[in-house]
């Protein structure tokens, strides 16, 4: 049995899963992260909704003020977010939460800090209408401005039709192309792929800690992110913790905050180790600057334990192998309306 | 001679210049943009200088709150700037002055609209310390948070040396990624330079208009722009014009602004045609919301005169003949801290 296969298999182990026989020899690299993103039956990915995704995506002209778009806060020329505790929207709003990476959101099996949206679908058109994100006052005047803006063009190529310019065109347009921002190839994916050079010693060695502390029991899977059955867990567990007062931790109820039951207070959906080394600051808040303060964060608040500074920089050595690499983008064509602007606030 | 030939000649006796006779066989296509924008002696263009400063054209993060870049105001995916009549700096602060397009702005002889910078590396600078526009505190804190988010081997790379990061070379690299966006080979220039077919009838006949009624005494060159030698008019010529009072016009008084001598009253610099179709709103306020509106106000408060709507959209429909083509734009990839985050407002 190859090095990799058996380190694939003991992290299956730590994940808590389980394999019939016959999938073994398939299973070497099972962790890598796939090439390509789970598309829903209804919404293929098509190269012309990827395109008009992109530019949708891209467009700061769908805010109100004409000045914020996804690429604001889920910067793709970056980590995927803007690198702040939590993002501005129109009229220097300032909002509550950290913006999640995009890259790779595509295999989150729920969306947002809370998972209120079940699919990438659903999550598009939230922060369209979100006074304190794009804050246009309704979906009706998203299409509108659609139109005004000259993208009925490219919707019809996308979707057909005599009247492709709706809501939920826009937001399967703007999931297609999301589904394309994924970055499998990582020193890690090919590690696990059997490139014994790919990590680093100290990068294995914090791989093993991560694994035999228990951090895989969350973070699993190739996205290192929630399962798909269960993809919310509590933060913090220990509420005792001093970090949780340190970093106001327990300040946000999470999930309870979409559904209101007791269960669900401080439970978030776990987010994702893929481009964790780029997307500082951390946590639900972004109130934690650094990735090694982070990890002894969740020692402490998730095992109870306090980390050696070694296994601290193992760890965060070995969440540098999960970055990248980011496919190159080509910066889209916004569809211009011809001697006439747009009306903003 | 040519029919392009002649027109050109033709456009040239309008804009008030002569050429020697030996000159005349390489005139035919003097009106047509250059492919290449001109640099200065202290400045070539260079792939690497190039490379840096579209990630700093790019980067939102050189503002103090980390959501204004260049491109927010100056959007290269549509017509170089946002489609706002003024444009929203850091803590959607709102500014005086329509953002003008950056598109062949390597073409002006002077920038803003006030003409207070005398070259693209004079501009740059400008915005990163205005405080309501990317609002950082100093010159100092750029160089400092370009270090801080590992700009530093890109600097190197492009202007080698030990201290490679400073304001000037941050200018520097910005001017020369400004000085690729060009566009050349518009309808008007392939007419230009003798494709017939390139412009419609309609738009030849709005030429022909656009020279005979003046208009080219201003917007001269192929810029249809400022002339190096006199770049500033005076706007409104005819302060009785309605139009004046109707959409504010004469509030600013423009160059006076920066040099305070009342002969600068009202004078503006001339802002190039190119692509002025998707540019919208009009004029220095951004208050006039279409085209052929911008054509009826130039005519009455530049000319005394009240157009036909047969020349207004003759004109209108010729201006559309200097959109694009847009270069393609690989969207650069930002330096990221790894690990840790940087400060923002």
């Known amino acids: 049995m190859s090095r990799p296969l058996l380190r694939s298999l003991l992290g299956m182990v730590a ?13 070497a690299g099972w962790l890598a992260l796939p ?37 604001s806060c889920h910067n793709v020329m970056a980590g995927g977010e ?16 950290n913006a999640p990476t995009v890259w790779n959101a595509a295999f989150h099996p729920v969306q947002f800090w ?53 809501a939920d065109n826009f937001a399967k347009a703007v999931a297609s192309f999301e589904r394309t921002l994924v970055t499998p190839g990582s020193p890690f994916d090919r590690w696990v792929m059997g490139e014994r050079g790919a990590m680093t010693e100290q990068q294995v060695r914090g791989y093993e800690r991560f694994r035999a502390l228990g951090c895989a029991g969350c973070h699993t899977g190739p996205l290192f992110g929630a399962r798909p059955e269960a993809p919310f867990q509590k933060f913090p567990v220990f509420a005792d913790s001093p970090y949780v007062e340190r970093y106001g931790l327990a300040k946000d109820t999470g999930r309870h905050e979409v559904t209101k039951r007791p ?83």
């Open 82 to 97: 803007d690198g702040r505790p939590t993002s501005v929207g129109v009229g220097g709003q300032i909002g509550g939460r």
């Open 15 to 27: 994940s808590g899963l389980t394999l019939a026989a016959p999938a073994l020899a398939a299973a």
């Open 263 to 345: 269960e669900d207070r401080h439970l978030f959906r776990v987010p994702t180790l893929r481009n964790v080394a780029v997307t500082a600051p951390y946590f639900h808040n972004g109130a934690v600057a650094t990735l090694d303060e982070a990890v002894r964060v969740m020692a402490s608040t998730q095992l109870g334990r306090t980390l050696s500074e070694r296994d601290v920089a193992d760890i965060v050595a070995f969440l540098q192998a999960l970055t990248g690499p980011f496919p190159s983008i080509e910066a889209p064509r916004l569809p211009v309306p011809v001697g006439r602007s747009v009306a903003f606030d």
């Open 114 to 166: 809370d998972g209120r949206a079940a699919s990438l679908e659903e999550q598009a058109l939230g922060p369209v209408t979100n006074p304190i994100e794009m804050g246009l006052p309704s979906l009706d005047v998203l299409v509108e401005r659609l139109k005004a803006l000259g993208y009925e063009p490219m919707f019809r190529e996308a979707f057909g039709g005599d009247s492709p310019v709706t």
């Open 35 to 71: 090439e390509q993103a789970p598309a829903p039956a209804d919404n293929p990915v098509t190269e012309a909704k990827v395109r008009l995704g992109k530019a949708l995506y891209f467009d700061p002209r769908l805010s109100s003020t004409g000045t914020v778009s996804c690429n």
